[in-house]
């Protein structure tokens, strides 16, 4: 199974760009790696979802390198707004469908991610 | 936009009581999830569905059941809730690659 690993917290300033990293080894083939952000007392909220090599919508970029056993989120000019806990989650669903595994999720630890002025 | 829905945010709820906690997806997803959130634990699965009346145990089960008799809706059952079971309980739903949160409900039980 893959294991995540994220920093525990980051500190940034608003306007900055941030990068928050998570490692995940043991990532299997036909796992994709999914960011979320979650907001105190919220749900985790979609951010982006990659395979590999990049990807990038209106709220940040993914950057998967070749061997996949690490990814970075990127989020540009930071607002006080972003401060949130950061998930990587690495695994694939299409695995669950019809009682297939079910340990092949794996979620991160969360970054706190502190946005200043 | 992917919306699912928990029906209870906050709830309160004696020891040895049973507990429902019920969650709807609108998107036809095959896949539905229930999670709990601890400090310090992060998200764990107690159990998910991949299909009508089809369930598997996620890595703490015990103390939990579901119910899964439509595609839509998803049950979270505590059969005798215990203190232990204080928590932030999330449903979330999955069609392809990518699983969708509902809001959380947070469950006290005194």
């Known amino acids: 199974l893959a294991k995540t690993t994220q920093p525990i917290s980051m500190d940034s300033y608003e306007g900055q760009e941030v990068n928050i990293t998570c490692s995940h080894n043991n990532i299997a083939t036909n796992d994709y790696i999914t960011w979320y952000q979650q907001f105190p007392s919220q749900g985790p909220r979609f951010i982006i979802q990659g395979y590999k090599t990049k990807v990038t919508n209106e709220v940040a970029s993914l950057f998967i390198p070749a061997d996949r056993k690490s990814s970075t989120l990127s989020l540009p000019r930071v607002s006080l707004s972003d401060t949130a806990v950061y998930y990587c989650?690495?695994?694939?669903?299409?695995?669950?469908?019809?009682?297939?595994?079910?340990?092949?999720?794996?979620f991160g630890k969360g970054t706190k991610l502190s946005v200043k002025p | 936009d992917v919306k699912v829905t928990q029906s209870s945010r906050y709830l309160v709820k004696r020891t040895g009581e049973k507990v429902f906690l019920e969650c709807v997806q609108d998107m036809d997803h095959e896949n539905m999830f229930w999670y709990r959130q601890d400090p310090g634990l992060g998200l764990r699965l107690i159990y998910f569905?991949?299909?009508?009346?089809?369930?598997e145990k996620g890595d703490i089960p015990e103390g939990y059941s579901v119910s899964r008799e439509k595609k839509e809706r998803f049950s979270l059952i505590l059969e005798s809730a215990s203190t232990s079971q204080t928590s932030m309980y999330l449903c979330?739903?999955?069609?392809?690659?990518?699983?969708?949160f509902g809001e959380g409900s947070w469950l006290t039980v005194v």
């Open positions: 979330a739903s999955s069609l392809s690659h990518t699983i969708y």
């Open positions: 569905s991949y299909d009508v009346k089809m369930k």
């Open positions: 989650l690495v695994g694939d669903t299409l695995a669950m469908n019809y009682g297939g595994s079910q340990g092949n999720l794996i």
